[in-house]
């Protein structure tokens, strides 16, 4: 396979929470047009991985390149505006917010009004059932809308790279098939996205390369079809 043209790459990454390690030197890139993922047993380091890049932890060392830009000691928001969107774990929402001013937030970035309006509009065609809830306010929403809503207001901001964290987390398994149906369809309109995921099978699935994290360090990596195949990843993630 041939990875040319990063979007974003991180090198020799370490980061610490007091005395403890969380991430040991770890290396790996994500090119354009990809869907990359890590998986690993919690406490791997993944979703801290998201937290450094998109600012909200410092790294001890390393590099962090995103589009040929060195931005590993950038503040959040400075990271946020060169294009990089982070959903976290949890959803999040503006609990007292409708779902239109929950995703008007996400374009706190963007001065143009038809811009705006052409991104919810397509926005609209991806999550039918957030047109639905327009004017609701999202803490009424299911479980599966919050992550749908989270995932809409971070792509408002017309970002290059998409990083989600445990999109999966909590929903029924239709409700999964459809929310990576979802992250499928924004990868196929031009999004580069970067996933972390407990569900193995579902990860690797969709996603064109990964990489094992075990104990703040990546163990192995391929893409999806040969680490879905490998016998140890089967054996460890995937229920042998």
């Known amino acids: 396979m041939n990875r040319t043209?990063?979007?974003?790459?991180?090198?020799?990454?370490?980061?610490?929470?007091?005395?403890?390690?969380?991430?040991?030197?770890?290396?790996?890139?994500?090119?354009?047009?990809e869907i990359v993922a890590l998986i690993g047993a919690n406490g791997a380091g993944k979703s801290t991985t998201l937290r450094t890049i998109s600012g909200l932890l410092k790294p001890r060392s390393g590099e962090i390149i995103f589009e040929n830009?060195?931005?590993?000691?950038l503040p959040g928001h400075e990271i946020a505006r060169l294009g990089i969107a982070h959903v976290p774990e949890g959803r999040?929402?503006?609990?007292?917010?409708?779902?239109?001013e929950n995703l008007r937030m996400g374009a706190y970035l963007i001065n143009d009004s038809r811009t705006i309006q052409e991104t919810m509009n397509r926005i609209f065609r991806s999550?039918?059932?957030?047109?639905?809830?327009?004017?609701?306010?999202?803490?009424?929403?299911s479980g599966g809308e919050l992550q749908m809503l989270a995932i809409a207001r971070a792509l408002m901001a017309k970002p290059r790279l998409l990083m989600l964290d445990e999109p999966s987390m909590g929903l029924s398994p239709?409700?999964?098939n459809e929310i990576f149906n979802i992250i499928k369809e924004i990868n196929e309109q031009g999004t580069s996205i970067l996933l972390v995921e407990q569900?193995?099978?579902?990860?690797?699935?969709?996603?064109h390369y990964a990489y094992v994290l075990e104990t703040g360090r990546v163990v192995m990596e391929g893409t999806g079809k040969e680490l879905y195949e490998n016998p140890r990843i089967k054996e460890a993630y995937l229920g042998g």
């Open 5 to 33: 043209e990063p979007v974003i790459e991180i090198k020799d990454l370490t980061v610490s929470y007091g005395a403890i390690q969380a991430l040991q030197g770890i290396s790996f890139k994500v090119c354009k047009g």
């Open 127 to 141: 999550f039918p059932r957030l047109k639905e809830r327009f004017s609701q306010p999202a803490g009424t929403l």
């Open 92 to 100: 999040r929402p503006f609990a007292n917010l409708t779902v239109y």
């Open 69 to 73: 830009k060195p931005i590993t000691n």
């Open 174 to 176: 239709i409700l999964v």
């Open 199 to 207: 569900n193995a099978h579902k990860a690797l699935s969709i996603c």
